[in-house]
């Protein structure tokens, strides 16, 4: 299979998310803490009299709330836009030809041979596969370059190659 692929900032934005996603039993913790905060917040206002004590607590969560939503929903996607124009290499098209032992990646800028053997793990996204060289360099693969049949074969190799993905 060779397929014809360039990288959009978009598909680097999801990368970087998809990248950012703790394990799933983090997830779930952390989940049930901010409900746990939440409902001691709610509590306090039900169950004692207005003072400044609540207030300054009451705001401090809210606050916090605030700034996950403005980290995750502003900065995290200007970061990812911002890396993606500075790095050329990734604005530019190339071909791509996964097979059982290696991956081909043919360019303006040359011809790079890389072995599944040189990588240690991948994740599966809704919509963008990650392959991990070492924890923090990872190559990106859209859904969107393959079609149906050409996805599924490359999940395979992946498979075949480095095992169950990871989370």
């Not at 700034?67 to 900065?75: E, R, T």
């Not at 149906?148 to 989370?167: M, T």
Request: charged residues 20%; hydrophobic residues 45%.
């Amino acid at each position: 299979m060779k397929l014809q692929c360039k990288l959009e900032p978009s598909d680097y934005v999801r990368a970087i998310y998809l990248y950012m996603l703790p394990h799933p039993i983090v997830t779930r913790i952390s989940i049930f803490v901010l409900l746990l905060t939440f409902l001691a917040v709610v509590s306090l206002h039900i169950f004692t009299p207005p003072n400044n004590e609540v207030t300054i607590i009451t705001f401090v969560f809210f606050g916090w709330l605030a700034c996950l939503a403005l980290f995750y929903g502003v900065w995290v996607p200007y970061l990812a836009k911002k890396i993606y124009k500075q790095q050329k290499t990734m604005q530019e098209p190339f071909e791509l030809e996964p097979t059982a032992v290696k991956i081909i990646e043919t360019s303006s800028r040359g011809i790079s041979r890389l072995r599944w053997t040189d990588f240690h793990k991948y994740k599966l996204g809704k919509d963008i596969v990650l392959v991990y060289q070492s924890d923090p360099l990872f190559q990106i693969f859209p859904k969107r370059w393959f079609s149906e049949d050409e996805y599924r074969e490359f999940r395979q190799i992946l498979k075949g190659a480095l095992g169950k993905p990871k989370s």
